[in-house]
T-cell receptor, first 114, second 113 residues
Framework: GENVEQHPSTLSVQEGDSAVIKCTYS??????FPWYKQELGKGPQLIID?????GEKKDQRIAVTLNKTAKHFSLHITETQPEDSAVYFC?????????????FGQGTTLQVKP | NAGVMQNPRHLVRRRGQEARLRCSPM?????VYWYRQLPEEGLKFMVY????????ESGMPKERFSAEFPKEGPSILRIQQVVRGDSAAYFC???????????FGQGTRLTVV
């Protein structure tokens, strides 16, 4: 069935350090992998995404890597800042149902200490 | 260019009442998705709609929940005879097609008392 596992559930880093969040998925037909940032009381905000035809994508301090063979993808945040503190969700779509619906991971609460 | 608009932001209902949640997609977007987020949990897919059509409702509870996206006006998620377990944040997302980026609204936080 459709399932996304996300780790760790909480992550605390010092300002300036890097943060890495990992997700694994089960549907080999999945082809779209977005990452969302959710601040308290707000809706999820799309921060970066990757499609299955590429292995890595970078946008300033944020990068995402995808390993389709192993069915896992990761979010990398470098030079973390206090404003990066939030809950981060990975998701996948385009699987067997191919309707564009997103299957989300359980979320990672990132705390960046000044 | 306004983003996805949801209203109300907060909704309090007594057990047994009806809750109506509205979602206006981004301009140019004709695909709408509804998700539910329980406290301290991730988002769970509920339903996917295009104008006047329900495409995928595999995540909708079988009873009391319904959704529509009429030709004119916002998408509506309707919960009849609410129970305490319906208390959650309900998010709407829209996309231009069914295979492009989805953008979320700020959500409606439903509290059933």
């Amino acid at each position: 069935g459709e399932n996304v596992e996300q780790h760790p559930s909480t992550l605390s880093v010092q300002e300036g350090d890097s943060a890495v969040i990992k997700c694994t998925y089960s549907d080999s037909a999945s082809n779209y992998f977005p990452w969302y940032k959710q601040e308290l009381g707000k809706g999820p905000q799309l921060i970066i995404d990757i499609r299955s035809n590429v292995g890595e994508k970078k946008d300033q301090r944020i990068a995402v890597t995808l390993n389709k063979t192993a069915k896992h993808f990761s979010l990398h945040i470098t030079e973390t800042q206090p404003e990066d503190s939030a809950v981060y969700f990975c998701a996948e779509a385009g699987g067997s149902s191919n309707t564009g619906k997103l299957i989300f991971g359980q979320g990672t609460t990132l705390q960046v200490k000044p | 260019n306004a983003g996805v608009m949801q209203n109300p932001r907060h909704l309090v209902r007594r057990r047994g009442q009806e809750a109506r949640l509205r979602c206006s997609p981004m301009k140019g977007h004709s695909h709408v998705y509804w998700y539910r987020q329980l406290p301290e949990e991730g988002l769970k897919f509920m339903v996917y709609l295009q104008k006047e059509n329900i495409i995928d409702e595999s995540g909708m509870p079988k009873e009391r929940f319904s959704a529509e996206f009429p030709k004119e006006g916002p998408s509506i998620l309707r919960i009849q005879q609410v129970v305490r377990g319906d208390s959650a944040a309900y998010f709407c997302a829209s996309s231009q097609t069914g295979n492009t980026e989805a953008f979320f609204g700020q959500g409606t936080r439903l509290t059933v008392v």
